[in-house]
T-cell receptor
């Protein structure tokens, strides 16, 4: 079956612009996670949804970051007024239930802020 | 606190050599789960294995094997007879029983030289 998909794969933004990153989880997966991966580092947790409920947003670095999953399927990660330090790969993962179930990852969106 | 340490930043081996990737973890949870993921140049994290803290049996899957030792808090990964296609960054991750996120190490970049 289809895996996790993310779009766009690459995004270049000027500092101060808003961006929206999309994630389509595996069909039927209840849980959805967003991670941020800086160059040469491991992924770091941003936020977690169970269906449409955002149960944990402790990893969001600032109030410029906002995530939603209104119908319990597709999710959007929005970054307002982008800064250079936001440049990273943003990974989406889904799992059939919640943690500690295996998370399956998408290819990521590479965001570059100029 | 949950933490994963992958002390080896980069490893290079010649094709057909065996290679072991180290992973040391820290957790106060009595129940926890350990994972290995492969990240090829395409960027997508590919799931390799999941182990829970109750099962210390070593596992073998083809050329891959994993050695889980609770006494040393380690979950090492060995590739036997390495191939060029094994070249990638490998991440070890930890999930506690109650948390929602995975904690990743910083990854080990493996290069297999033909």
């Amino acid at each position: 079956g289809a895996g996790v998909s993310q779009s766009p794969r690459y995004k270049v933004a000027k500092r101060g612009q808003d961006v929206a990153l999309r994630c389509d989880p595996i069909s039927g997966h209840v849980s959805l996670f967003w991670y941020q991966q800086a160059l040469g580092q491991g992924p770091e947790f941003l936020t977690y949804f169970q269906n449409e409920a955002q149960l944990d947003k402790s990893g969001l670095p600032s109030d410029r970051f906002f995530a939603e999953r209104p119908e319990g399927s597709v999710s959007t990660l929005k970054i307002q007024r982008t800064q250079q330090e936001d440049s990273a790969v943003y990974l989406c993962a889904s799992s059939y239930t919640g943690s500690p179930d295996t998370q399956y990852f998408g290819p990521g969106t590479r965001l570059t802020v100029l | 606190a949950q933490k994963v340490t992958q002390a080896q930043t980069e490893i290079s081996v010649v094709e057909k050599e065996d290679v072991t990737l180290d992973c040391v973890y820290e957790t106060r949870d009595t129940t926890y789960y350990l994972f290995w993921y492969k990240q090829p140049p395409s960027g997508e994290l590919v799931f390799l294995i999941r182990r829970n803290s109750f099962d210390e049996q070593n596992e073998i899957s083809g050329r891959y094997s994993w050695n889980f030792q609770k006494s040393t808090s380690s979950f090492n990964f060995t590739i036997t007879a390495s191939q060029v296609v094994d070249s990638a960054v490998y991440f070890c991750a930890l999930s506690g029983n109650t948390g929602n996120q995975f904690y990743f190490g910083t990854g080990t970049s493996l290069t297999v030289i033909p």
